[in-house]
């Protein structure tokens, strides 16, 4: 309950408030996320209107408008749905408070803009900033969004892709994913002895920290879908456990009193359990845990490697891997453990199922005559789609809101252990818009948070 | 200095001397005194050549070093994406139990290993399979359980570096760890 409340805590000062006055038409423009090789919408984004001679912490408040435009224009064109159109071209500089309203449409449509996004960055009495922007369908002439947002100036990373956010959601109908963050594990060292370190970062790579120190080997963490927590292993005293670690207070706590290794948690979706295996003797079976009670609850009980356990959306299912058919292949079954169906037929090995957040695919690992694939199949295991391929990808978490996949891939090393480089990468649920992540140091085990709202 | 180096008395004296600091450094300090030299350059030699303490550890036949020479390097390869041992992996854990069995105040730890060909979850199940049957093995030579503990590294921590059957055959492993 605590967590919660301070949670909120970073949300008060962000206060978005529709601007009400200009009537909000339908839109003309959409576009279509089902498309990967559908030419990306042309959209201006103006800096952010403000006075250079009002200074906060930081800069004026120009700079912040400028900031919050980049940092919005990168949000878009990452994500391949946007082609961001250069400042460079922009007829009309000059601005005003009018102008910002009525924009001239000839103008933005001259240059192939079909949407525009201008506003407004001013100064508040209290010291907080008034941020407010509006999208606009350059065709039709007419306002799609207009928000306003208050926040103090150290949150302006935060607007920026709130705003994002907004666009995303209005031109495209989906919700959008950028005011989220992962967490991964960075690596460092030789080959033969890497220093992991879980650290955070947001979605576009700012704002890292490192969580651990690099003493304990640590790996794969996952997201709370409610809480400032994460659940990872760790290896402390060279007992691999499954942890859990608090955000907030970087306070870390084992999880369950397990004779065996714990490792492969990950969170149910009310964020009340933690599913996770436990090798025990050389077996390898699924267990849950409840985190208010402690209670453990056994799930599966075979001869076979069970691991890599992930809830569907609405908890009825947990979808696993297991070799109990000869090979590494994709299971679900009722989250109480009952009716184990096997759903990967393709050709190769199939692993590390994850269900996306809409439920309607489960993302995998695919390992087929020497290559690592990462792709998605429905739950029943039809209509199966590899997105991304190489020596070694591996590890698929979701954008929460199911339209891009985050992955590592590592490549090959040689006998003095030149290569090896490890990083994150994302693709679109259409296999179009690979993209690397920008880390620090080598990454892998990438989390993708909820939206942190 | 020239006239006192001349004397012989002294160069005794200060033989003793450096003798007695090294004798601080090794257990070696009765074969030099019952050597204690005459001739003033033969004692330079003598006090400035420490001799390592390589007795002490050939005499403590616990050591990893003892394990590894006894059995293979204390290591035990497995075929991809399998746990089942092969006859050489047996009779290197003969070897193991039979070393196990004369150290019976060791107890050890079973790492298992695994190459980097298959996802970091499954490795982890699979290193872990690996090392509890390299276990089994032993605690069916005779082997107390209580003296085997098992730890699993996944892919974690290869042995050999490099992305090809060669490394990674020899990565697919388990270590009989001396604890």
Avoid at chain 1, 102 to 121: C, T, V, Y
Avoid at chain 1, 253 to 275: Q, Y
């Amino acid at each position: 309950m605590e967590k919660q409340v301070k949670f909120l805590k970073i949300l008060i000062p962000i206060i978005a408030g529709f601007l009400l006055m200009i009537p909000v038409s339908n839109a003309k423009i959409v576009v279509d996320v089902n498309r990967g090789h559908a030419d990306p919408l042309p959209i201006a984004i103006d800096d952010l209107f403000g006075n250079e001679r009002d200074i906060v912490s930081g800069g004026s408040v120009r700079d912040y408008g400028q900031r919050i435009a980049l940092v919005v224009k990168a949000d878009l064109t990452r994500s391949g749905l946007f082609r961001v159109v250069d400042n460079a071209a922009f007829i009309n500089s000059k601005k005003s408070v009018d102008s910002l309203q009525n924009p001239n449409f000839n103008n933005w449509k001259a240059i192939g803009a079909q949407a525009l996004m201008n506003g407004s960055i001013t100064l508040e009495e209290d010291g907080r900033l008034r941020v407010e922007f509006r999208l606009w369908d350059v065709l039709g002439g007419n306002q799609m969004i207009g928000l306003r947002y208050y926040t103090s100036p150290k949150n302006w990373r935060r607007i920026s892709h709130l705003i994002s956010d907004a666009i995303y959601q209005r031109l495209t109908g989906e919700s959008g994913y950028f005011d989220t963050r992962v967490v991964y594990i960075s690596e460092s060292g030789p080959v033969l002895n890497r220093i992991k370190r879980l650290a955070i970062m947001d979605q576009d790579g700012h704002n890292h920290v490192f969580l651990t120190n690099g003493k304990n080997l640590v790996l794969t963490p996952r997201f709370s879908p409610t809480a400032q927590e994460i659940t990872y292993l760790s290896y402390v005293n060279d007992n691999p456990r499954v942890y859990l670690y608090n955000i907030d207070n970087g306070k870390q706590e084992v999880l369950g009193d397990f004779p065996g290794m714990t490792f492969a948690p990950r969170f149910s979706p009310d964020g009340n359990k933690v599913i996770m295996s436990q090798a025990y003797n050389g077996n390898s079976d699924i267990y849950v845990m409840e985190l208010r009670t402690r209670k453990i609850q056994r799930l599966t009980s075979h001869t076979a490697i069970d691991t890599s356990p992930s809830y569907s959306p609405d908890s009825k299912f947990i979808t696993f891997n297991s070799d109990r058919g000869g090979s590494q292949q994709i299971y679900v079954m009722d989250s109480n453990g009952k009716n184990i169906k096997r759903i990967s037929f393709g050709k190769g090995r199939y692993s590390t199922p994850v269900w996306s957040p809409r439920g309607d695919l489960i993302a995998f690992t695919k390992q087929y005559q020497g290559k690592f694939y990462i792709g998605v199949m429905k739950p029943d295991g039809s209509g199966e789609r590899l997105l991304s391929e190489s020596f070694l990808d591996e590890g698929p978490t979701w954008a929460p809101n199911g339209r891009v996949i985050m992955f590592f891939r590592q490549h090959p090393s040689d006998s003095r252990g030149r290569g090896g480089e490890t990083q994150i990468w994302t693709v679109d649920l259409t296999g179009y818009n690979e993209r690397q992540m920008v880390t620090p140091l080598d990454a892998s085990d990438p989390a993708w948070s909820p939206l942190i709202r | 200095m020239l006239k006192l180096i001349t004397n012989t008395k002294y160069w005794v004296l200060i033989g003793s001397v450096l003798l007695l600091s090294a004798c601080a450094n090794s257990n070696t300090n009765k074969d030099a005194l019952d050597n204690t030299p005459t001739e003033p350059a033969v004692v330079e030699e003598e006090v400035v050549v420490a001799s390592p303490p390589e007795v002490v550890e050939t005499m403590d036949m616990g050591t990893q070093s003892s394990l590894d020479a006894a059995a293979d390097e204390a290591l035990v390869y497995f075929a991809y994406d399998r746990y089942d041992l092969s006859a050489e992996a047996r009779a290197s854990l003969q070897s193991q139990a039979a070393w196990l069995q004369a150290q019976s105040s060791v107890n050890v730890v079973v790492e298992g290993h695994c190459d980097e060909r298959g996802t970091r979850e499954y490795n982890l199940a699979l290193g872990d399979r690996r090392a509890n049957s390299v276990k089994n093995y032993l605690v069916a030579l005779g082997v107390d359980p209580a003296r085997v503990h098992t730890v699993s590294y996944g892919k974690e921590r290869p042995m050999v570096m490099g992305s090809g059957e060669t490394s990674w055959a020899k990565n697919r492993r388990s270590y009989t760890r001396v604890n």
